[in-house]
Nanobody, 125 residues
Framework: QVQLVASGGGSVQAGGSLRLSCTAS????????MGWHRQAPGKQRELVAT???????NYADSVRGRFTISIDNAKNTVFLQMNSLKPEDTAVYYC???????????????????WGQGTQVTVSS
């Protein structure tokens, strides 16, 4: 089994900073990529940022230059440093992991996608 546990959400005033982290644990062979998505009330879930195990990154236009995603491959942990936060960044943030594992002993190695529980980020004006 695989679990993703996220932490670091909270409430902050506009212009402030927060740092989210998410750790994948369980029967994992390797991480392909990890990332963050968010969902604001009444809106669809949207991609915030992703990072590959090799360090390649991708950001939504709305957060580029303000948010930085990083990964600690040894700890299967992804971080999201969020600076210059705006009220429109208010949302539940979900981490995501694309990883390789065997479903059971002797089964072929395959890639699977997992989601963590959400963590609330609230930015007040």
């Amino acid at each position: 089994q695989v679990q993703l546990v996220a932490s670091g959400g909270g409430s902050v005033q506009a212009g402030g900073s927060l740092r989210l982290s998410c750790t994948a644990s369980g029967s994992i062979f390797s991480i392909n990529a990890m990332g963050w998505h968010r969902q604001a009330p009444g809106k669809q879930r949207e991609l915030v940022a992703t990072i590959t195990s090799g360090g390649g990154t991708n950001y939504a236009d709305s957060v580029r230059g303000r948010f930085t995603i990083s990964i600690d491959n040894a700890k299967n942990t992804v971080f999201l440093q969020m600076n210059s936060l705006k009220p429109e960044d208010t949302a539940v943030y979900y981490c995501n992991a694309d990883l390789r594992r065997r479903e059971y002993i002797g089964s072929p190695m395959k890639s699977y996608n997992y989601w963590g529980q959400g963590t609330q980020v609230t930015v007040s004006s």
